[in-house]
Nanobody, 124 residues
Framework: QVHLVESGGGLVQAGGSLRLSCAAS????????MGWYRQAPGKKRELVAT????????NYADSVKGRFTISRDNAKNTVYLQMNSLKPEDTGVYYC?????????????????WGQGTQVTVSS
């Protein structure tokens, strides 16, 4: 299992910025990708951004493209989410995710670990 700890959430005004951090520990050596998800009040958890461990390729939700940037520091086993031009609709609990894949040829299994979440509140 991978242990994930998020930090950096808080209260900001619209147009402001926050930088979230996710520190990974435990069985981290076979992580295939890491990402950030968020859950707004009354809504389901949604993907925000992902970054692949091997290639470093990134993927973003349409709602955050151009405003958010996911990055990693392999030496620190840490993933970051730089959030700029924040909007009230960005408000929610942000969760860090670590994904592991097992390729058996005809079958791929997926395992996910999650952090405890950090609250991001954007006021108008």
């Amino acid at each position: 299992q991978v242990h994930l700890v998020e930090s950096g959430g808080g209260l900001v005004q619209a147009g402001g910025s926050l930088r979230l951090s996710c520190a990974a520990s435990g069985d981290i050596y076979t992580i295939s990708a890491m990402g950030w998800y968020r859950q707004a009040p009354g809504k389901k958890r949604e993907l925000v951004a992902t970054i692949a461990s091997g290639s470093g390729s990134t993927n973003y939700a349409d709602s955050v493209k151009g405003r958010f940037t996911i990055s990693r520091d392999n030496a620190k086993n840490t993933v970051y989410l730089q959030m700029n031009s924040l909007k009230p609709e960005d408000t929610g609990v942000y969760y860090c995710n670590a994904q592991k894949l097992r390729d058996y040829g005809s079958e791929v299994t997926v395992h996910n670990d999650w952090g405890q979440g950090t609250q991001v509140t954007v006021s108008s």
